[in-house]
């Protein structure tokens, strides 16, 4: 099962920031936060992923809490383009053999013009 | 960044027949891929680890005889959906282990079984 809990649906308004949640209570030490986006029928889309620090990338910003159980991801003008059902996924960063991630059903995000 | 590529985009074949979908990592080498099933409205399910060299790893309750797979290269895996039925329509999606343990995908193939 998925370890994060993300909520259903969300809507944007096309150039303000997007703030999608989640939270990870039962995060352990050694795991990472993934957040990777499905636009409709296509495979899955690297976002940005972190440990404890926030991390900021071309795409988004991550914001972890400082217990780590829970965080944010923000698209700061979000698009047209950037709806999309948004993944949060915990996993160890080095995965051995199997290092797969564990989809849960996300959070879909419309923006609206 | 890395790329994944998956051919064909879509596939529509008769009940009983075999369909081979392929997953190629194309500027990295990929000694792990993973093979996922999606169903409408739902999310992705993981199906198989696949191994570069070795045999692959199914999930419970996916049949290793019906989807057959190969990672004979560091650069390619397939997924062969055998005797395929109408329930095996679905989007799957391959995705490759790459630098820095980022998983990159595929863009999917939709098959559909009439």
């Known amino acids: 099962d998925a370890k994060t809990t993300q909520p259903t649906s969300m809507d944007c308004a096309e150039g303000r920031a997007a703030n999608l949640p989640c939270n990870h209570s039962t995060i352990s030490g050694n795991e990472y936060v993934y957040w990777y986006r499905q636009i409709h029928s296509q495979g899955p889309q690297y976002i940005i992923h972190?440990?404890?620090n926030n991390e900021t990338n071309e795409m988004a910003s991550l914001i972890i809490t400082e217990d780590r159980k829970s965080s944010t991801l923000i698209l700061p003008h979000a698009t047209l383009r950037d709806t999309a059902v948004y993944y949060c996924i915990v996993r160890v960063q080095y995965g051995g053999s199997q290092g797969n991630l564990i989809f849960g059903k996300g959070t879909k995000l419309s923006v609206k013009p | 960044g890395a790329v994944v590529s998956q051919h064909p985009s879509w596939v529509i074949c008769k009940s009983g027949t075999s369909v081979k979908i392929e997953c190629r990592s194309l500027?990295?080498?990929?000694?792990?891929m993973f093979w996922y099933r999606q169903f409408p409205k739902q999310s992705l399910m993981l199906m198989a680890t696949s191994n570069e060299g070795s045999k692959a790893t199914y999930e419970q309750g996916v049949e290793k005889d019906k989807f057959l797979i190969n990672h004979a290269s560091l650069t390619l895996s397939t997924l062969t959906v055998t005797s395929a039925h109408p329930e095996d329509s679905s989007f799957y999606i391959c995705s490759a282990r790459g630098q820095g343990e980022k998983l990159f995908f595929g863009s999917g193939t939709q098959l559909s079984v009439l």
């Open positions: 972190g440990l404890k």
């Open positions: 500027d990295f080498q990929a000694t792990t």
